[in-house]
């Protein structure tokens, strides 16, 4: 079986145990579903324990991994989105607004990527354009003129890299968000909870925590990207996931992330709304942790975490 096909035997048991869902509700049933629950299961901990880094960034990717959405949906209460940049327009690739986490009245800010064709072409597949940096921003800044610490959640191939992208300014957006996102004087948590690609996903996450899901991954570049630079040829895709180190326990050796957040068995496309759980538990301890620092403190804490990174001592 090849390594894209790792997820083939979950598939086949969940069929079989769907198939039961209809043939009746007698002793002997049960008994055979909750068998082939728990193979399932067992199933699920064999594989997910032993993944490849080109099998997790395929799991970065799946198509039903948790968007901001569902986070928004099982996490957030009252959300109430805000639109637009207020220089050019809107850009549905980024999701934000104000919300209440557990009691707290919170800004949340995150890439949307889509489920069908339609959606993902009218979030433009997660890739952000100028003014969807430019309205992350400003959604940032009316948190801070009120006190609301900022959640973002990261998911993005990448930011689109586009002619009219670029004649906006892309470059300086992306720029602008990590100068101004080091000098919030309010507690900015930031996760990676699928594709953490380049500057654009850089641009949401200046924060004073940085955590990552345990199958997402974090890089300048995807590995089909580095494979074209480095040796022409996308076959060679499997090898850069390996050299990048671009999965959450390489990313946690090496400083640039604080804390793994454990996914659910299966991954967070089994079982979104127990993966906010997980997601919000985390989230929750580190903002009280981060409640005991003043606004200047908070600066120099975020400062002092990027500043230390890159650091190499032979």
């Not at 901990?45 to 991994?65: D, F």
């Not at 990527?113 to 890739?127: H, Q």
């Not at 300048?220 to 850069?240: Q, R, T, Y």
């Not at 793994?260 to 580190?286: C, F, M, N, S, W």
Request: glycine letters at 10%.
């Amino acid at each position: 079986m090849s390594e894209e096909l790792f997820e083939e035997p979950i598939l086949d048991l969940e069929r079989k145990i769907e198939a039961l869902s209809g043939t009746g509700d007698d002793n002997a049933t049960r008994n055979r579903r909750l068998q082939l629950e728990n193979e399932l299961d067992e199933l699920r901990k064999q594989i997910y324990g032993n993944l490849s880094s080109w099998q997790k960034t395929l799991v970065a990717r799946h198509p039903k991994r948790p968007y901001t959405h569902d986070y928004l949906a099982h996490m957030m209460e009252d959300f109430v989105e805000l639109h637009g940049d207020r220089r050019y327009s809107d850009d549905p690739a980024i999701v934000g607004g104000m919300a209440v986490f557990r009691g707290e009245p919170v800004a949340v800010i995150g890439h949307q990527k889509g489920r069908d064709t339609k959606e993902k072409i009218y979030r433009n597949f997660g890739m952000p354009r100028p003014e969807g940096y430019r309205k992350a921003l400003r959604i940032m800044k009316i948190a801070e003129k009120f006190g609301r610490p900022i959640i973002t959640f990261i998911d993005t191939p990448g930011a689109y890299p586009g002619i009219g992208a670029e004649e906006r300014g892309q470059a300086e957006a992306i720029a602008y968000n990590l100068r101004e996102m080091a000098k919030l004087k309010v507690p900015v948590l930031v996760t990676v909870t699928g594709e953490g690609g380049s500057g654009g996903a850089l641009a949401l996450g200046i924060g004073n925590k940085v955590n990552i899901l345990e199958y997402a991954t974090y890089s300048v570049i995807s590995p089909e990207g580095c494979a074209a630079i480095l040796w022409k040829d996308p076959k060679m895709s499997k090898v850069a996931a390996k050299a990048m180190k671009a999965t959450a326990p390489e990313l946690a050796k090496l400083d640039i992330v604080d804390e793994i957040i454990r996914e659910v068995p299966g991954g967070a496309h089994a079982d979104p709304k127990g993966q906010a759980v997980l997601v919000g538990e985390t989230l929750a301890r580190q903002m009280e942790e981060l409640s005991a620092l003043g606004p200047d403190d908070l600066v120099r804490q975020r400062y002092d975490r990027f500043r230390k990174l890159g650091v190499y001592e032979g």
